[in-house]
């Protein structure tokens, strides 16, 4: 897609005019994945941006609180997707994008008693951005985790900033 656009500069050009011109509306199922597109042309702290301005402004607990339908989970799952700080954009790879976690810690429970935990511990509510992560205790530099590291259990951990890492 980004080489069909015209290459990476091109088609982010594109990405930041659709949701600088609020051209992105999240009550439509099939864009979810938009916000993470950023990341695979090389600029993961616009998802980062992007993806905590839609959970922070468009879900609450109103009873409006989803910017969209949730007919079948999809606007919920998104969100916890989001929250945990990954997203599968294309689920047949086995590869979930990078975002910004929302939660400063969660569990996920697998197979054979083994856990997967995403750390993300904040000082402060505006820091959305990703400084470093670390993946079982190593430096993990990859805009993705696999389905297989997930599933082989062990600790997502993020360091937070206000600033992005360009």
């Known amino acids: 897609l980004i080489r069909h656009m015209g290459g990476k500069e091109r088609f982010i050009n594109r990405l930041d005019n659709f949701f600088e011109g609020n051209y992105y509306w999240h009550g439509n199922e099939p864009g979810h994945h938009i916000a993470y597109l950023f990341a695979y042309a090389g600029e993961p702290w616009k998802t980062q941006k992007y993806v905590a301005h ?42 979930y994008i ?15 008693g083994k856990t997967f935990t995403i750390k993300a511990p904040r000082k402060e509510h505006n820091e959305i951005y990703i400084r470093s992560m670390k993946l079982k205790g190593k430096k993990y530099t990859k805009n993705y985790i696999t389905h297989q590291d997930i599933m082989n259990g062990g600790t997502l951990e ?9």
């Open 54 to 95: 839609i959970m922070n402004e468009l879900y609450n607990d109103s009873s409006s609180g989803y910017a969209g339908n949730d007919d079948c989970g999809e606007m919920s799952a998104w969100y916890v997707f989001g929250a945990l700080g990954f997203y599968p954009v294309n689920p047949v790879s086995g590869k």
């Open 98 to 112: 990078i975002g910004t976690p929302m939660l400063e810690e969660a569990v996920i429970q697998l197979p054979d």
């Open 158 to 166: 993020f360091v937070m900033s206000a600033t992005p890492r360009k």
